[in-house]
Nanobody, 121 residues
Framework: QVQLVESGGGLVQTGGSLRLSCAAS????????MGWFRQAPGKERIAAAI???????YYADSVKGRFTISRDNAKNTVSLQMNSLKPEDTAVYLC???????????????WGPGTQVTVSS
């Protein structure tokens, strides 16, 4: 019902910036909580940033102050501006729609395939 596709990943040096974008199709997500999750090798998938339709946001402590999530409901897109990147930010980043909270962590009902972000030192 909802298809998500990420773009903007790539290789960047420590301290650099990237902007990830997610395009949605199939259903308007104006009322969805949208998020960016990431999963590094050997680690659990975590929510990096979440945007609720009412304007509230959440950022993981590890990215707070460096990442900014934004959305354009008219275009069905959500972006993640990533600044001051660190090697520990290296991960597959996945766009998610209809984010919920369950048993101490954020979940989502719709996922994009992911885009690789690699931060070199």
């Amino acid at each position: 019902q909802v298809q998500l596709v990420e773009s903007g990943g790539g290789l960047v040096q420590t301290g650099g910036s990237l902007r990830l974008s997610c395009a949605a199709s199939g259903r308007t997500f104006s009322n969805y909580a949208m998020g960016w999750f990431r999963q590094a090798p050997g680690k659990e998938r975590i929510a990096a940033a979440i945007s609720w339709s009412g304007g509230s946001t959440y950022y993981a402590d590890s990215v707070k102050g460096r990442f900014t999530i934004s959305r354009d409901n008219a275009k069905n897109t959500v972006s993640l501006q990533m600044n001051s990147l660190k090697p520990e930010d290296t991960a597959v980043y996945l766009c998610a729609a209809d984010v919920t909270y369950y048993r101490g962590s954020f979940k989502a009902n719709y996922w994009g395939p992911g885009t690789q972000v690699t931060v070199s030192s």
